[in-house]
């Protein structure tokens, strides 16, 4: 786990230096140009800036390890990075609206396109490759932190490619309205992205159940490890970060001893653990009279 952290450390610091490098591309590109739409591009890159602040404390206070305050870890402390960081996006939707708003009312032809073009062009294909890297990485270890930027990276990419692609027409086409358009386009975008990040960090501090798919391989594996055992009931899972929390009840036989049946439940734990990862496991035996038969049923 140690080294798992180092690892979501390293990508969190080189978002910030991405955003910084990104967001100096795209403030010369609106310079050169002083188009609204490459503005309101710029805008939304300095919330990748603060996003990516954000998701660097996050993952350094999910890093901790259990205390008297917090003694099932502090692993929710991505989500509330994620949360924080959707709501900064919604934010800067409407501020990208407003700047659209008076971009209508005022309306100006850009200048020195092609430098904008490529400036603002550069700044996307290494948000490409960064965004790529880190939905990679987020995944890789159950980081909702690091999934959340990279969601957020890569909306900018498609945000610029469509940016650049109507802003190519507006010298050939003289349609100054283009470019306000486009920033309108921008708002939108960034506003649904800030409300798809916000609703998966909700349902991840609601303890929101796994997928069926999730579920399933955890009843397979108590079926499979739990030799020796009659059935499990109960069974319940919720996903926080990078840890699985799991619980249940697992019948034995009255007569079993208790060395006997906690020989069961450390074979059943290292077998949860192999399949889905770090996980925190709290098993209550019963009897058999105490069976449901409405639960796994141990394989033979």
């Given at each position: 786990?140690?080294?798992?952290?180092?690892?979501?450390?390293?990508?969190?610091?080189?978002?910030?230096?991405?955003?910084?490098?990104?967001?100096?591309?795209?403030?010369?590109?609106?310079?050169?140009?002083?188009?609204?739409?490459?503005?309101?591009?710029?805008?939304?890159?300095?919330?990748?800036?603060?996003?990516?602040?954000?998701?660097?404390?996050?993952?350094?206070?999910?890093?901790?390890?259990?205390?008297?305050?917090?003694?099932?870890?502090?692993?929710?402390?991505?989500?509330?990075?994620?949360?924080?960081?959707?709501?900064?996006?919604?934010?800067?939707?409407?501020?990208?609206?407003?700047?659209?708003?008076?971009?209508?009312?005022h309306m100006h032809?850009?200048?020195?396109?092609?430098?904008?073009?490529?400036?603002?062009?550069?700044?996307?294909?290494?948000?490409?490759?960064?965004?790529?890297?880190?939905?990679?990485?987020?995944?890789?270890?159950?980081?909702?932190?690091?999934?959340?930027?990279?969601?957020?990276?890569?909306?900018?990419?498609?945000?610029?490619?469509v940016l650049i692609?109507?802003?190519?027409?507006?010298?050939?086409?003289?349609?100054?309205?283009?470019?306000?358009?486009?920033?309108?386009?921008?708002?939108?975008?960034?506003?649904?992205?800030?409300?798809?990040?916000?609703?998966?960090?909700?349902?991840?501090?609601?303890?929101?159940?796994?997928?069926?798919?999730?579920?399933?391989?955890?009843?397979?594996?108590?079926?499979?490890?739990?030799?020796?055992?009659?059935?499990?009931?109960?069974?319940?899972?919720?996903?926080?970060g990078a840890m699985?929390?799991?619980?249940?009840?697992?019948?034995?036989?009255?007569?079993?001893?208790?060395?006997?049946?906690?020989?069961?439940?450390?074979?059943?734990?290292?077998?949860?653990?192999?399949?889905?990862?770090?996980?925190?496991?709290?098993?209550?035996?019963?009897?058999?009279?105490?069976?449901?038969?409405?639960?796994?049923?141990?394989?033979?």
């Amino acid at each position: 786990m140690f080294s798992n952290t180092n690892t979501k450390m390293r990508a969190a610091w080189c978002s910030v230096a991405v955003s910084i490098i990104a967001l100096g591309m795209k403030y010369a590109a609106w310079r050169v140009t002083g188009s609204i739409a490459l503005y309101s591009d710029a805008i939304e890159t300095i919330i990748n800036v603060v996003s990516a602040v954000a998701g660097l404390w996050a993952l350094r206070v999910a890093s901790l390890p259990p205390d008297h305050n917090h003694t099932y870890g502090h692993y929710k402390a991505e989500y509330l990075s994620a949360v924080a960081e959707g709501v900064l996006v919604v934010i800067t939707a409407f501020t990208i609206a407003h700047e659209a708003w008076v971009g209508f009312t005022h309306m100006h032809p850009p200048e020195d396109s092609l430098r904008g073009i490529s400036l603002n062009g550069g700044a996307g294909l290494l948000n490409l490759g960064w965004g790529l890297y880190l939905m990679r990485m987020g995944r890789a270890h159950s980081s909702p932190a690091l999934v959340a930027s990279g969601h957020h990276v890569l909306s900018d990419v498609w945000t610029s490619a469509v940016l650049i692609g109507g802003f190519i027409l507006i010298p050939l086409t003289g349609w100054l309205w283009l470019d306000p358009l486009l920033a309108a386009l921008i708002a939108v975008n960034v506003l649904r992205t800030g409300w798809d990040m916000m609703r998966t960090s909700i349902a991840g501090l609601m303890d929101e159940a796994p997928d069926s798919g999730t579920l399933a391989e955890i009843r397979s594996i108590i079926s499979h490890t739990a030799t020796g055992a009659i059935e499990a009931h109960d069974i319940r899972a919720r996903i926080v970060g990078a840890m699985t929390f799991i619980e249940f009840h697992l019948v034995v036989p009255g007569s079993m001893s208790v060395e006997d049946a906690h020989h069961i439940c450390d074979h059943i734990e290292d077998g949860l653990r192999a399949g889905v990862g770090d996980a925190l496991i709290n098993i209550h035996v019963e009897p058999e009279r105490k069976a449901k038969h409405t639960g796994v049923l141990v394989l033979p």
